[in-house]
């Protein structure tokens, strides 16, 4: 197989004639800007909110949290789907995911936005019970979960909740998508005695504190305690364990989840141990999860994820070790800088996470040329084009 989506099902319909895959090219590289355009509005919020001036920047500071969570994530996890999926119908989620980051970054009503995002997660749902149908097993149970969660998020922050109240739900949908994700993909691992039931006990822990809400004291307890045991079902089940010790893209991607991995730990203990009513951990958690776990799993999944929706090779390259430092360095700050109450801090910490998702999209043109150089020097015709990973899959 050429490349291997990270949250494929497995579950791609053979059936579908290469010509309409081949053909929603142009779709898919539609709806990776729109979300590439979430995230950039998404972060000019984020960047306001720790203190930069940016133009329209506090109007995008008051959906920043969406923006990046339905928008840029919501995009992107309903496009993989999608592809894996192999039905055109599936393409609704990520399509309306990219219609309420539209909206909101137009300046819409929130409710039109909000809408939208509810309608791209009920057709993410769809897709992914599907999915569970065709391949019935806990990996692809929770992907469902995932969307459910996301749905249930979207549709509080619809009815007039504050995100904040909505967050849980958002970040179970993130946590629990990637776990299930990684959990196929380490299908491969001894599977310990207990795996299940302890997957299953957290899963239980993010609802009931995502349904009692982050910022309360009892919430933030019960979602730290599922972010500790879902840490430590990861160290304990995760490929990457074997992987790191590996060599080249294996070892990146590996370091990648273990890094995510140990961000995730932080978070749970942060909302464990802040005091209770208080906004303190809650917005550390947030950072350590969003930006610690969920985007470092964007970057060690990258090289795959990026043949597989756009068609587009890259490579691994040493260079993408240097983005992968900077953006963990900007959650360390983001984390110090939120226990020390500093505030120049947190500023700075925006500014080395925008600095990380910079670099890290040079270092994949910087590999993308270098292959192509390579591939001219070494007489190959027609090397460094795109490629279809759909087409080289088994039959």
Not at 47 to 66: E, F, K, Y
Not at 143 to 166: I, P
Not at 268 to 284: H, M, N, Q, R
């Amino acid at each position: 197989m050429c490349a291997v989506s990270s949250s494929s099902t497995g579950s791609h319909d053979a059936s579908v004639p290469q010509g309409s895959t081949r053909g929603t090219k142009g779709i898919r590289l539609v709806l990776l800007a729109f979300g590439v355009l979430a995230l950039i509005a998404g972060l000019c919020g984020a960047l306001w909110r720790v203190g930069w001036t940016l133009p329209h920047g506090s109007s995008l500071a008051t959906v920043h949290g969406p923006l990046m969570i339905s928008g840029m994530f919501g995009t992107l996890i309903s496009l993989e789907r999608a592809v894996a999926l192999g039905r055109q119908w599936a393409y609704a989620a990520p399509a309306l995911a990219g219609v309420g980051s539209l909206a909101l970054v137009a300046g819409a009503p929130v409710e039109y936005g909000a809408g939208a995002y509810v309608a791209a997660a009920a057709a993410l749902a769809g897709a992914s019970l599907l999915a569970t149908i065709r391949q019935p097993a806990l990996s692809t149970g929770a992907l469902l979960f995932g969307a459910l969660a996301w749905l249930a998020g979207n549709v509080l922050w619809l009815a007039g909740l504050a995100a904040s109240d909505a967050a849980g739900w958002w970040m179970t949908f993130l946590v629990v998508t990637v776990v299930g994700e990684r959990m196929e993909l380490s299908q491969s691992m001894p599977q310990r005695r207990g795996g299940e039931a302890l997957f299953l006990f957290a899963v239980g822990l993010l609802i009931v504190g995502a349904r009692n809400g982050l910022p309360t004291g009892n919430g933030a307890i019960l979602f730290g305690i599922a972010l500790l045991v879902t840490a430590i079902w990861l160290l304990r089940h995760d490929t990457a364990r074997k992987d790191v010790r590996g060599t080249g893209q294996d070892r990146y991607t590996a370091a990648c989840m273990l890094a995510g991995h140990a961000w995730m730990a932080v978070a749970g203990l942060v909302l464990v141990a802040s005091p209770p009513e208080g906004t303190f951990g809650y917005d550390i958690a947030l950072h350590a999860v969003l930006i610690g776990f969920v985007l470092s799993m964007v970057f060690g999944h990258a090289l795959t994820i990026l043949p597989t929706l756009a068609q587009i090779r890259v490579h691994y390259t040493l260079l993408l070790y240097g983005p992968l430092l900077l953006l963990h360095a900007s959650v360390a700050l983001r984390v110090g800088s939120g226990i020390a109450g500093w505030d120049a801090g947190r500023k700075g910490s925006g500014i080395v996470t925008l600095a990380s998702l910079m670099t890290f999209f040079v270092s994949l043109v910087l590999s993308r040329r270098q292959d192509r150089v390579a591939s001219v020097s070494n007489g190959i015709p027609g090397a460094g084009t795109a490629i279809d990973p759909i087409a080289c899959e088994p039959r």
